[in-house]
Structures are given as C-alpha cells and as structure tokens.
C-alpha cells in the first residue's frame, strides 16, 4: 500500500500561485510515477500533470503547458504542482496519484490516464477567485 496525503490548497486571487506537495509512505517511492489530476464539481476527473519515476520525463495537460510545473524530490518521499498564473477554470479538488513502475530504464515515463494509477491521495481544493 502507499498512502497519499496531498497539502497546499487554499483560496487563491488570478493570477496568482499556489505549490501543492503530495508526501508519499508505505512503498519505495522511487519505483512509482506520479500525477496529478483534477476534478471541478460536475466534471470527470482529468489528468494535469505527471512525472516519471526518475523525474527525467514529464507530461502536462495542454490547459496547463507552461504555467505549471511538476518535480519530485525522491529522497524526501514528495511531488510538487508549482501552479503560477493561475485562473478561475483552475478551481477544482487536485488529486495525487501513484503507479508502480519500478525503476527502470524502459518504465521511465509518464502516464496520462486516471486508471492506470494504483493509489490516489485524498485530494486538496483550490479556489481561484476572479
């Protein structure tokens, strides 16, 4: 089991930003990638950002592409969402979740799809206010 526990949400004005942390436990956390995604009330959920066990790879949501940043401190057991300029259609409940990958050179990459993830924190809201 891993367990997921996702921190940083909060009301934030647009234009603004946010770093949302997702601490990882249970698992060596090196042997998983790692997502974001997100969910608006009404909506599906939908993929924001992932990266790859090593970090060298990352993937984001073209909604996304060049105002947020994903990263991973591996020794920390921890992955980031930088989010900076940020908008009103931002506002949703944010998601972090876990692939079992091992480490390895040929599993080195993202993923893109809520259901090939095994664990899935709590989520945490952010509210962008207009």
């Known amino acids: 089991q891993v367990q997921l526990v996702e921190s940083g949400g909060g009301l934030v004005q647009a234009g603004g930003s946010l770093r949302l942390s997702c601490a990882a436990s249970?698992?060596?956390?090196?042997?998983?990638?790692m997502g974001w995604f997100r969910q608006a009330p009404g909506n599906e959920r939908a993929f924001v950002a992932a990266i790859s066990w090593s970090g060298s790879s990352t993937d984001y949501a073209e909604s996304v592409k060049g105002r947020f940043t994903i990263s991973r401190n591996n020794a920390k057991n921890t992955v980031y969402l930088q989010m900076n300029s940020l908008k009103p259609e931002d506002t949703a409940v944010y998601y972090c979740?876990?692939?079992?990958?091992?480490?390895?050179?040929?599993?080195?990459?993202?993923?893109?799809?809520?259901?090939?993830?095994?664990?899935w924190g709590q989520g945490t809201q952010v509210t962008v206010s207009s």
């Open positions: 979740a876990a692939k079992y990958s091992g480490s390895y050179y040929h599993t080195d990459r993202t993923y893109d799809r809520a259901y090939e993830y095994d664990y």
């Open positions: 249970g698992r060596t956390f090196r042997n998983y990638a």
